[in-house]
Nanobody, 124 residues
Framework: QVQLVEFGGGLVQPGGSLRLSCLVSGRIVSRYSMAWFRQAPGKEREFVCAISRIGTSTYYADSVKGRFTISRDNDKNTLYLQMNSLKPEDTAVYSC?????????????????WGQGTQVTVSS
C-alpha cells in the first residue's frame, strides 16, 4: 500500500502565499506521476496541476498558471505546491494524488492513491 499525507494548509489573506507538501510512503514499486486537485464547498473536484515521474514536465490549470508551482523531491518522496498571489476563489480542500501509469494525466480517475486533503482558506 501507498500512503499520502498533506501538510501546510491554513488561512491566508488575499495576495498571500502558502506552500503545501505531500509526503509519500509505503510500497513504492516504480516511478510515479503526481498531481494536486482541489474541491471547494458545493463544487466538483478540479485539477490544479501535475508533474511527471522524474519532474521534467509540469501541467497547470489555467486558473492557477503563473501563480502556483508544483515540484517534487524524489529523494525525499515529497511533492510540493507553492501557491502565490492567492485569491478567495482558491479556497478549497487540496489533495495530492499519485499515479503509477506511464503518462502524466489531468484525469482524477487515473490516480490510484490519494491523500486525505488539507484545507486552504483565502480570506481577509
Amino acid at each position: 500500500q501507498v500512503q499520502l499525507v498533506e501538510f501546510g494548509g491554513g488561512l491566508v489573506q488575499p495576495g498571500g502565499s502558502l506552500r503545501l507538501s505531500c509526503l509519500v510512503s509505503g510500497r513504492i514499486v516504480s516511478r510515479y506521476s503526481m498531481a494536486w486537485f482541489r474541491q471547494a464547498p458545493g463544487k466538483e473536484r478540479e485539477f490544479v496541476c501535475a508533474i511527471s515521474r522524474i519532474g521534467t514536465s509540469t501541467y497547470y490549470a489555467d486558473s492557477v498558471k503563473g501563480r502556483f508551482t508544483i515540484s517534487r523531491d524524489n529523494d525525499k518522496n515529497t511533492l510540493y505546491l507553492q501557491m502565490n498571489s492567492l485569491k478567495p476563489e482558491d479556497t478549497a480542500v487540496y489533495s495530492c494524488a499519485l499515479d503509477f501509469g506511464v503518462l502524466t494525466t489531468r484525469a482524477a480517475n487515473e490516480y490510484e492513491y490519494w491523500g486525505q486533503g488539507t484545507q486552504v482558506t483565502v480570506s481577509s
